[in-house]
């Protein structure tokens, strides 16, 4: 099945007096993926959870390929869903467990069995057919869980955390067979996650989420590089607070004159967001201070210096990183790329 | 360490010996004094199977036969309809009202809170209608044997269903298109299958051994049964023998109920595997 449009508007959701969702509007374009993100407690997962139809919305319109679905029951949605927990049925074999949703539809032992096979080849598992969950490693156990959410061909692909309880590189193989597959099928597709890197690496797009509404969507670029608010500079990725003072559309940092991302910003004390990887070493800068801790990340690596009053931290490849030990006077500088006032 | 470990072990295990030992002393000997009872001659010091023929030779009425047959029948009756009942309740409250657990709990113990007796007081004009309106047979006892088997039935389904993950595993089976009725019988109930198996167990054991009820009520099940066959003769040792012979009969046909049902659960799993 091809992608469809899914359209989420004003949608409200309250627990008590806790307001989940506040009006939130979001559109996804067939066969896109977008990732939500945000904090524990943003409205992410209720998101999810009231596309799926699991859960009521208080106000608001749900529509999928242009039918309003807002009051349609979770099981004519026609929806496959993975989930956080590990959701295969226990006394089903593999092979079983994605044919369920086959079984429900009335279709031939032998068409479910094709299709079942069929699914298990794209996630690898054929040779786990017969085997119970049980028998499975996480892992495993969550890539059957997409195998039987797609068995059923389903408009939408829902993932709510389903790499959150897997261990790190399982998460990362899993995190990029997600995304093939799901070019490969072309299923509209919301993944939930609290995990910016996974959102990043997945995502068309991604939403990050903050009291109920999407603060920002746009693709990971956009997210990361253009940051349209500082709650998501500073929710995504590492950000420097650093002060300044702004005057006529620049904000005069240590020394360093950078441009606003909001040229309107009034002039006067700012305090302005900085990435790690806009701040550069340089033999002699207008920033000095001492080395005091270096993380190596791999291919490249994080440092933190002490300017004195304040700590800057700067990302370099790791082989300019490891001539800095702890201790070592340096000198930054800041790239003149635009910059948010917090 | 591992000196300390195994130690400890053998002191733990040897207390757990010590402890099952006392206990099964403690229920298996009056038991034992009941059987051997039942089996002395009528001279001292010598041993007969007359008390246990009597059973055997017992024409009526009420037919020993009839009382056997009613008992399973209320038994698999009482079993169905506390199913029926408590099988979507616990699994309703676990879902969809939570909040509700402890007040169902409640609900379901309160039978073991009241006396047989002030039960029957109360259930006397009830069953005075039920025999006006609906039938004289025994098998009506089956409303408060249902009732009586809530705490025993309860207890049991809601462990068997500690161990399942019922939110998702009915948020996955939803999503993939299930009805609550497939859900709940084709998702739920197969994970919680030694739950159901035990609140059966439990049902059918209070079932068999059901007396004063019954008696009090004016109706005759097994137990009721054997108290006339054992009234029925002055030989003291035929009370005794219909008590073992009651007891035994409800111990092999738990024993064989349990049986089945995991012999059932593992050859399901087994042709499951080799599929």
């Known amino acids: ?342 | 360490m591992t000196g300390l470990h195994a130690r400890r072990r053998r002191r733990v295990n040897a207390f757990r010996y010590v402890v099952f030992t006392v206990f099964g002393l403690f229920f298996l000997l009056p038991l034992l004094a009941m059987i051997r009872f039942s089996l002395e001659g009528s001279t001292g010091g010598s041993w007969s199977l007359s008390s246990w023929g009597q059973i055997a030779s017992y024409a009526g009425p009420p037919p020993l036969l009839s009382g056997v047959e009613i008992t399973l029948e209320l038994a698999v009756i009482t079993c169905l309809v506390v199913l029926a009942l408590l099988v979507p309740t616990v699994i309703w409250v676990r879902l969809r009202v939570r909040w509700m657990t402890r007040l169902v709990e409640a609900l379901c113990l309160l039978p073991l809170t009241i006396p047989a007796i002030v039960l029957v007081v109360g259930l006397a004009p009830i069953y005075r209608v039920i025999r006006q309106q609906f039938s004289l047979s025994a098998l009506q006892l089956f409303w408060v044997y249902a009732v009586l088997a809530l705490p025993y039935a309860y207890r049991a389904l809601a462990a068997g269903l500690e161990g399942v993950d019922v939110k998702t595993l009915s948020e996955a089976a939803r999503s993939l298109g299930a009805g609550w009725f497939t859900v709940i019988w084709r998702v739920i109930v197969p994970n919680m299958r030694q739950g159901v198996l035990n609140a059966m167990l439990l049902t059918g054991a209070l079932v068999l051994g059901e007396f004063t009820i019954a008696y009090l009520l004016l109706y005759t099940n097994l137990q009721v049964t054997l108290f006339y066959v054992s009234r029925g003769t002055p030989n003291a040792g035929v009370l005794f023998s219909t008590s073992s012979a009651a007891l035994l009969f409800a111990f092999v046909l738990l024993l064989i109920l349990s049986y089945v049902g995991r012999a059932r659960g593992r050859q399901s799993e087994r042709s499951k595997v080799s599929k």
């Open chain 1, 1 to 342: 099945m091809t992608g469809v449009e899914v359209s989420l508007r004003g949608l409200h959701r309250r627990y008590g007096s806790v307001v989940a969702l506040d009006g939130l509007d979001l559109t996804l374009a067939p066969g896109e993926l977008v990732a939500l993100l945000g904090p524990s407690g943003c409205g992410k997962t209720t998101t999810l959870r009231l596309l799926a139809g699991l859960e009521d919305a208080d106000g608001g319109q749900v529509t999928v390929a242009g039918a309003d679905i807002t009051h349609v029951p979770s099981n004519k949605r026609g929806m496959g869903m993975v989930f956080q927990a590990y959701s295969l049925f226990p006394h089903m074999t593999v092979r079983d467990n994605v044919a369920f949703g086959l079984k429900l539809r009335r279709a031939a032992r032998a068409e479910r069995d094709r299709r079942a096979m069929e699914m298990l080849e794209l996630v690898g598992l054929t040779e786990q057919a017969g085997r119970y969950a049980h028998q499975l490693s996480g892992g495993q156990q969550q890539r059957v869980a997409l195998a039987r959410a797609l068995a059923i061909s389903p408009k939408v692909l829902l993932l709510d955390e389903p790499l959150s309880a897997l261990d790190a590189k399982v998460r990362a193989q899993l995190r990029d067979e997600i995304r093939r597959i799901q070019l490969e099928v072309g299923t509209t597709t919301l993944f939930v996650t609290h995990d910016q890197e996974e959102a990043l690496a997945i995502a068309d797009r991604v939403g990050v989420m903050r009291d109920g509404r999407i603060e920002q969507l746009g693709t990971p670029t956009d997210i990361y590089s253009r940051p349209a608010t500082s709650f998501v500079a500073e929710f995504v990725g590492l950000t420097n607070r650093l002060h300044g003072t702004v005057a006529a559309g620049s904000v005069n940092v240590r020394g360093c004159v950078l441009p606003l991302a909001d040229p309107a910003t009034p002039d006067g004390q700012a305090t302005v967001l900085v990435r790690p990887e806009a701040v550069t070493v340089v033999p002699s800068g207008p920033l000095t201070g001492t080395v005091i801790a270096v993380t190596f990340l791999g291919a490249s690596s994080r440092i933190t210096v002490d300017l004195g009053d304040t700590t800057v931290l700067a990302q370099l490849p790791t082989s300019e990183a490891t001539a800095l030990p702890a201790g070592s006077a340096v000198a930054l500088t800041i790239r003149p790329d635009p910059v948010l006032v917090a």
